[in-house]
């Protein structure tokens, strides 16, 4: 299964409403991950099944979607999340990711 | 807390064999499935391969199968990528992951290890 997500790459002004999209090539459900992953760091697990938040993130980020089509939402951006953010399809293996979208300072 | 810490990284010729571990800590580790994960340099993730908890289902990228092999040892706590065949390709850091059970044999991850570079290079 192919994972397309874009923008590659936006700028944005801390508080701004920031979302990415994510394409499956084909249906995988909700079996559909999240992951911020700042430079020179591991990844941290944002969400899972779509829209479920892992334990600890803000309340800022959001998930949406199924099937094919995909979004991560980030309300309000702060300066800490300045990163690049991947998807990632567990449904079919082998399990694949998105090629990323960087998030980064107007 | 969770932790996972990998090691075995470094420099290896091409066509040579390297294996990584990854031990765990803080939590049950013969009760979860865990990947392995990599991420050359500048690009983007690549998902390498899974065991289930108990080491008898295991699945792999289409750019290892063949050539890298995924297993655990439950007593130790400790997960093994064993890499054979090595190429330039695959130079990246290697990330082990815990996975969740989700559904169907399905197993998203929650918590990564801080990763190993190996550099194949002569």
């Known amino acids: 299964i192919q994972m397309a997500q874009s923008p590659s790459s936006l700028s944005a002004s801390v508080g701004d409403r920031v979302t990415i999209t994510c394409r499956a090539s084909q249906d995988i459900s909700n079996y559909l991950a999240w992951f911020q992953q700042k430079p020179g760091k591991a990844p941290k697990s944002l969400i899972y099944?779509?829209?479920t938040l892992q334990s600890g993130v803000p309340s800022r980020f959001s998930g949406s979607g199924s099937e094919t089509d995909f979004t991560l939402t980030i309300s309000s951006l702060q300066p800490e999340d300045f990163a690049t953010y991947y998807c990632q399809q567990y449904n079919t293996y082998p399990f694949t990711f998105g090629p990323g979208t960087k998030v980064d300072i107007k | 807390q969770v932790q996972l810490v990998e090691s075995g990284g470094g420099v290896v010729q091409p066509g040579r064999s390297l294996r990584l571990s990854c031990v765990a800590s803080g939590f049950t580790f013969g009760s979860f499935a865990i990947h392995w994960v990599r991420q050359a340099p500048g690009k983007g993730l690549e998902w390498v391969a899974l065991?289930?908890?108990?080491?008898?289902?295991?699945y792999y990228g289409d750019s290892v199968k063949g050539r890298f092999i995924i297993s655990r040892d439950n007593s130790k706590n400790t997960l093994y990528l064993q890499m054979n065949s090595l190429g330039p390709e695959d130079t990246a850091v290697y990330y082990c992951?815990?996975?969740?059970?989700?559904?169907?044999?399905?197993?998203?991850?929650?918590?990564w290890g801080q990763g190993t570079l190996v550099t194949v290079s002569s």
């Open positions: 099944a779509a829209s």
């Open positions: 992951a815990r996975g969740r059970y989700y559904d169907s044999g399905s197993f998203y991850i929650d918590y």
């Open positions: 065991t289930s908890y108990d080491g008898k289902n295991k």
